[in-house]
């Protein structure tokens, strides 16, 4: 059984009837319990729980702290091609986005000089991003980016196109130790809808991938639905699910999840379910209740503003000082395709800063590889 046949369990009506008459006693309950259930999770992502915001603030940042320290984490992403073959309606790097702006995969050299200018900034994390292009940017390709980026970095993670189990034995052989994906979400109608084409279109395919990557010896697998999409009361809903799935099924790895919220969309996509500030402050609450130990990420997709504010509340990992085009920090210009504007334009030390004058240590080193084999 993999976690399409859980999901399989819980349609889009099972999970709108937790929702339903949820009231301020639930709530309470819920914010009461040690161990929470999906029931309770829904209540604290309800309506209802709107005016307990602050009682959920406080567990949240008492969990964070009692499974995290006061330490947040620090990555950078590194865009290794902006070529894609899917066209998901919401990306800038779409192959039908209409934006013309020149698309590269860079060299070995290229790659390397990104990685210099970020160790330069202190990093000891990155992210290696790609879009779709298996034939222009196949595995073997993206093993030896890894590889090229383990020789600078402690941590290396991959936020890329679906692979086999195979693909990742060969990816962590190399070097890599996290693998992002994100199902965008996990409304299979809406997901047909907004995936009209490319390898990404199947979902099942997609909805197992993290399984995959766990079953290959990937040590961290973050999760994520890209709010906007859908009724994020519902995605997220399902995003636990999976999370919980992920923490028993593939025990051996960390599970973290993300709250990529859609900001700056291609002109042909318009955002139906617009999710607010206060929206996503509950929302991030609420799933550290249910998942105390998972990682929160938090990228600069948010406004400064909005980063500072939340992050002591249950937030572990932060990128900062990012560039969303291949060759961003230094080795192409800035004319290069990038797949979304960011919001948080601070450089890591304005980053740094704000995070020690919070209260807690910035983290640039990965521990976990101590623990490795
Ligand atoms: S989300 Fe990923 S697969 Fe989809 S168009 Fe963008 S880069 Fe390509």
Known sequence: MSFVDEIGQWPRERVVALYENVTEADVLAALGRGERTLRDLAALLSPAARPHLEAMAREAQRLTRWHFGRTVGLYAPIYISNLCAADCLYC????????????????????????????????????????????????????????????????????IYSLDEADYRLLCYNGLEGVTLYQETYDRELYREVHPRGLKRDYEYRIDTLERAGNGGVRKLTVGALLGLFDWRIDLLWTAMHARYLQKHCWRS?????????????????????????????????????????GFNLSTRESAAFRDRVMPLGITSMSAGSSTRPGGYGSKGVEVLEQFEVEDTRSPEEVVAMIRRAGYDPVWKDFDRA???
């Open 371 to 373: 623990f490795r084999a």
């Open 254 to 294: 960390a599970v973290a999840v993300s709250f990529p919220r859609l900001r700056h969309t291609p002109p042909r996509f318009r955002v139906d379910y617009p999710m607010s500030d206060a929206e996503l402050v509950q929302a991030i609450l609420a799933m550290r209740l249910f998942l105390p130990e998972a």
């Open 92 to 159: 800038g790097f779409a192959v039908c986005s209409g934006v013309q702006d020149e698309r590269v995969t860079l060299t070995d050299d290229q790659i390397g000089a990104e990685c210099v200018a970020l160790k330069n900034m202190g990093y000891d994390s990155v992210l290696l991003l790609t879009g779709e292009a298996p034939k222009a940017v196949p595995p073997s390709r993206i093993a030896s980016a890894v590889a090229l980026a383990h020789r600078h970095f402690s941590s290396v993670s991959v936020e």
